[in-house]
DNA sequence: TGAATATGTGAAATCGTTCTCACATCTTCA
DNA sequence: TGAAGATGTGAGAACGATTTCACATATTCA
């Protein structure tokens, strides 16, 4: 069925049709037979060919490292709590944290004219930069900054500030599981924010404390018995997620370590993992849901062309949870 | 730019071009002046018109209940591992259980014409079959079964068949959250397996100790306290998945009942949550990548056409963790 | 009444490819 | 040598919509 063949049985041009389908330029009479014939047959248009004159597809693509994740499944629901609103489709793309596969998927949407991207991305590097500049697709960054793009990010430095600033009260020994420096906002600024804390709450933090590990369970977990082996006296551990957390609580239960008594811990994220162990996990909230509907809520800006060239940082709050794996 | 531009750039006409990118079938010299322009100026070729004649995206659709289950996720990572090697992409859809979206993401993967559609699907209406069969796109339905379609689920009758014995010889009072029976593999298989065994073992359940909850730890936890309320001699708690096992954990954490002495719980799925929380969940493990893997195997079969009216269905294999949550 | 405006319509161009067909040239082999 | 097959090429017709333009016809207003 094509928009000829319902040109022709209901007795008008094509062109009618499609105004009819658009923006019902039509007269009633017209645009009843049309409709009838409509009904009828079950056309529906082709979505191919209207892209290649129209270019709109009501369709935003969205990149993810992982699925699977606590935070990111909160983002997307922020972000599909505002889209579902506009009547718009989320396509969500997880390149399973390799770096290829956000540029082959970055290129995939762009090709095929989704009307913006949102990049939940981790680590950027020159081809990504080259790539995002080349695209004509509207593309916001979430939690992650990058310079000359929209952005969504929360304030990691200041809520591993405030997290650290509370463990400095009760520790003597401090061992930390980060996760790689190539990824700005984990690795770095909740490091730096958990350091210079700690520094000015007057713990030392030795280097070697300091573990660089996955963002699995597993990781944490092994990360954790090497920690403890190297230095046995620590008395508190700060992991940069929830979930290297839980491998790490997981690791303290085997060696009949007592949370927090021995060892206090803490991770990041609030995530539905953090309640459900036990000791449950003092952490850091971040504002999952609201990132996400405020980067659809500018990417829907920048699609209908309002905000064109505007670029929008933003930082979002937090909280720190205290639950029962920290003293105090 | 466009593949005319580039037919008069490179002096051969836009056939020859166009086979160029596609089969190859051009002389050696056209075809490096081709290669030239190609290369200087950048060009690709339009996917949406491509599209208009061709119909093959090298996109698969996959739709999913949710994000953030360690299940699907698993299953996801089965499939990908076999379509990336065919170069072949995954889009993700997500519907948050909402039986419309997962209709309209139904229609929009067809209309956009991916080469075929993976269904996560849950439950099924009416017009899910209906739909079903007007769709051109070859679909393989995983986890659940549906007559006439290729499908692909884990045996859960007989896997809640083999825990429920287990249990059976350990247990006096059984209590059950399972979930809505409209979920026939999850709501009815599992139950009924799990009714079955007992029944053969000796034990007899009470119908007001079954309680249907949703999917998640909140549910988990509040159909806890109601059964304990109205129950409070069950001996054995038996979950339909993990996560509303760790919810229902945490409620006796809370009540200071002891796991597994005074009460013992177990769940399905053997997903990461289950072994990070204490005690550790005895659980049923599927083998979710290997359905993943087996799912995108029979699906690019029916895409190459070599099985186009071949259904298949496939029954996974699981296995009875047990872990410390339960005696025995 | 006649000009200006609103309303409706269809023919034809356009979007950027792929694909079919006809045709040319070059090998191969009896 | 001449027919059959391999190899390479371009013209032009799809694919199925949207959009521009020109042209009716109906309405409004001075």
């Known amino acids: 069925m094509t928009i000829n063949e319902i040109a022709k049985m209901a007795g008008v041009s094509r062109a009618t049709v499609s105004r009819y389908l658009n923006d019902g330029y039509v007269s009633k009479e017209k645009s009843e037979r049309i409709k009838q014939v409509i009904d009828e047959t079950g056309y529906t248009p082709s979505v191919s060919a209207k892209l290649l004159r129209s270019h709109r597809t009501n369709l935003i693509g969205v990149i993810i490292p992982k699925i699977s994740s606590d935070s990111i499944s909160r983002m997307i629901s922020g972000i599909s709590e505002i889209l579902s609103k506009e009547d718009m489709q989320l396509m969500l793309a997880c390149t399973q944290n390799d770096e290829n596969e956000e540029l082959k998927y970055l290129k995939t949407f762009n090709d095929n004219h989704v009307d913006g991207i949102i990049l939940l991305g981790t680590i950027f590097t020159a081809a990504h930069k080259k790539l995002l500049k080349e695209m004509p697709t509207p593309v916001v960054i979430l939690s992650q900054k990058l310079e000359g793009y929209s952005c969504i990010y929360s304030d990691d430095y200041h809520a591993a500030y405030s997290l650290g600033s509370h463990l400095a009260k009760t520790s003597k020994k401090v061992g930390m599981l980060m996760v790689s420096e190539r990824d700005i906002a984990v690795g770095v600024n909740r490091r730096n924010g958990l350091l210079d804390s700690l520094k000015k709450g007057g ?116 909280d720190t949870v205290i639950r029962e794996s920290t003293r105090v």
């Open 203 to 318: 713990v030392k933090v030795d280097p070697s404390c300091i573990r660089t590990t996955g963002f699995t369970m597993k990781s944490g977990y092994e990360q954790t018995e090497i920690l403890l082996k190297e230095h046995p006296e620590i008395d508190t551990l700060i992991c940069a997620t929830d979930t290297i957390a839980s491998g790490a609580i997981k690791c303290l239960h085997d060696k009949k370590i007592s949370i927090p008594k021995q060892i206090q811990v803490t991770g990041f994220g609030d995530s539905s993992v953090s309640s459900a162990i036990s000791p449950a996990l003092t952490t850091v909230r971040f504002y999952y849901e609201e990132a996400g509907r405020e980067a659809a809520s500018i990417l829907l800006k920048r699609i209908d062309g309002k905000e064109k060239s505007v670029i929008k940082e933003m930082q979002l709050a937090y």
